[in-house]
Each structure stands twice: as C-alpha cells, then as structure tokens.
C-alpha cells in the first residue's frame, strides 16, 4: 500500500513562481524524505526531515512537517525551468522499507 | 565511484521468457532495494535486502525472486515474463541506521523492460 500520497499529482507554474507540493502518509514515522525525479532517470534525495523537526531549509526548498496531522509540504522558491520534474515523497516501514507516493509532475513554464 | 549501476538498460522479453537485471553499487551499502514504476502507480517496492544473504518481500513480490550473494550485488529474477511485468525497474541502496545521510536512498538509471 502506497504510504505517502502527494497532492496535487500535477502542477504547472510559470518560471519565478513559488511551487508547493504536498504529502499525506498513514502511520507513525520517524523522518519524511522528499525525492526528484528527472524524466528517464533515477531518483534523486532532496532532503529529509525528522519527526521532531518541524520545518528544514536546503537551498531554495522548504520542507515542513505535521505530525498531527501525518502531512508534509515542499515548497521550491523562485522556481527555474531546471526544476521541472516529479517530486515523491517518502517515509520508511518498519525500520527498513522506503515507501513512495505517487508524485507529483511539475512543470516550469518559461 | 560510479554509485548504483543497473544493467541493462533496456530489454524486451517474449512472454514466458527469463531474464536477470544486476544492481551494483559501490558504496558499501548494506541495504538494497528493487523497486517498478508504472504510471500514475509511484515506486512499488519488490524486494529488499538488508546484507550479504538476506532477502524479503516487499509490495509486489509475486513473479520475482532476488539473490544477494555478494554485498554490492543484488540480482532480480523473472522466471517466466508476462506482459504485466512490463515496467521501469530502479535500483537502490543505503547504509545502515541512523545518521545525517544514513537513511536516503541513492537510485541507479532504471531498466526499462517490455514483454510482448
């Protein structure tokens, strides 16, 4: 069973807007990880949060997480035709299984 | 220091057909996993390793079966190919426990395979 869901499943921005995905997921964790995805390529780990952690920067992304409500969201800032890809969420089962959600498709028009 | 390295990278079966995909990665990774994209389905989990002998099931494990001889190996089977084995198949691995990198996933390129 899928884990995480990413909402929305696509999203279309133009170049310079800010660019906002989210992730539910359904049980206990102890870290989020956000992944990127290029087109016909493997993924790529952007960053990951912690439980106890409520909010973590890395360059121009933003990741907050709620435990409460078992949501995390990844904000990229001035976004740039580069960023243009899929975005997965991702939180671990058990103390060895990375599950995925489905993605969502970003896409950066010039 | 080539990271994961998945071969081939594209194949195409005949139904019933047998194949083994090889992951390799050289990092020193104790846990590797085999997962299929599909569209609109995410990453599916196959199976997983967590050393050298070890194996276990993860989502989707019906059809394949995996071996992990060598700790920078870890092989995926299909045994007889059937057209709902069509899929993108990555390749990951990641050290063991906690630390500050210790539980992010790094991904080979992907086999794209196709059974008629």
Same mark, same amino acid.
């Given at each position: 069973s899928q884990q995480g869901?990413?909402?929305?499943?696509?999203? /279309? @921005?133009?170049?310079?807007?800010?660019?906002?995905?989210?992730?539910?997921?359904?049980? /206990? @964790?102890?870290?989020?990880q956000w992944y990127r995805q290029n087109s016909g390529r493997g993924l790529v780990h952007l960053i990951l949060i912690r439980s106890n952690e409520r909010e973590k920067h890395s360059g121009r992304l933003r990741v907050t997480l709620d435990t409460s409500k078992k949501s995390s969201s990844l904000l990229i800032t001035a976004s740039r035709a580069a960023d243009t890809a899929s975005y997965f969420c991702a939180t671990i089962q058990g103390a060895q299984k990375l599950v995925f959600g489905q993605g969502t498709r970003l896409t950066i028009n010039p | 220091?080539?990271?994961?390295?998945?071969?081939?990278?594209?194949?195409?079966?005949?139904?019933?057909?047998?194949?083994?995909?090889?992951?390799?990665?050289?990092?020193?990774?104790?846990y590797m996993y085999?997962?299929?994209?599909?569209?609109?389905?995410?990453l599916r989990l196959i199976h997983y390793s967590v050393g050298e002998g070890t194996t276990a099931?993860?989502?989707?494990?019906?059809?394949?079966?995996?071996?992990?001889?060598?700790?920078?190996?870890?092989?995926?089977?299909?045994?007889s190919a059937a057209p709902s084995q069509t899929s993108v198949y990555f390749c990951a691995s990641r050290r063991q426990g906690v630390s500050s990198d210790g539980e992010k996933l790094f991904f080979g390129s992907g086999t794209q395979l196709s059974v008629l």
């Open positions: 869901e990413e909402d929305p499943q696509a999203l /279309s @921005i133009q170049e310079g807007e800010n660019a906002t995905m989210n992730c539910s997921y359904k049980t /206990s @964790i102890n870290n989020l | 220091n080539a990271g994961v390295t998945q071969t081939p990278k594209f194949r195409v079966l005949k139904t019933g057909q047998s194949m083994t995909l090889l992951c390799a990665q050289d990092m020193n990774h104790e085999w997962y299929r994209q599909d569209p609109g389905m995410g099931k993860g989502e989707v494990p019906d059809g394949y079966n995996v071996s992990r001889l060598k700790k920078q190996n870890f092989l995926l089977g299909l045994e």
